[in-house]
């Protein structure tokens, strides 16, 4: 189911990297931060969109029905990640995987 979930194809014969079809969002306000997790994943195979800001984010996300992960800093200016979080999943209709990132936040935020 889950990777039905995510849409992935047969992994790549060469690499053994499952193939996602679309790009992987990466939602950060910190623009080096965007820049080592997009080259990270472009290495390694993946597509990745980049957004600045949850405005940003949630037009990519409305605009390109194939972004099927996104990667969000929890602390961003405006409307945070977990704000993001909750205004997609009550926009979107389709199956959006969220991997929420901090590189401030204690235990109170990882429990939110």
Do not use: W
């Amino acid at each position: 189911m889950l990777e039905q979930t995510f849409r992935r194809e047969e992994p790549d014969l060469e690499t053994g990297i499952p193939v996602l079809e679309g790009p992987i969002l990466v939602v950060d306000d910190e623009e080096p931060i965007r820049e080592e997790l997009t080259g990270y994943l472009g290495d390694k195979g993946y597509r990745c969109a980049t957004a600045s800001n949850a405005s940003q984010a949630m037009d990519i996300i409305r605009n390109d029905p194939d972004v099927c992960i996104v990667l969000c800093d929890i602390r961003m200016p405006g409307q945070d990640g977990l704000q993001m979080l909750t205004a997609i999943r009550g926009e979107v209709a389709r199956d959006i995987a969220f991997i929420v990132l901090t590189g401030h936040g204690g235990k109170d935020e990882a429990i939110r």
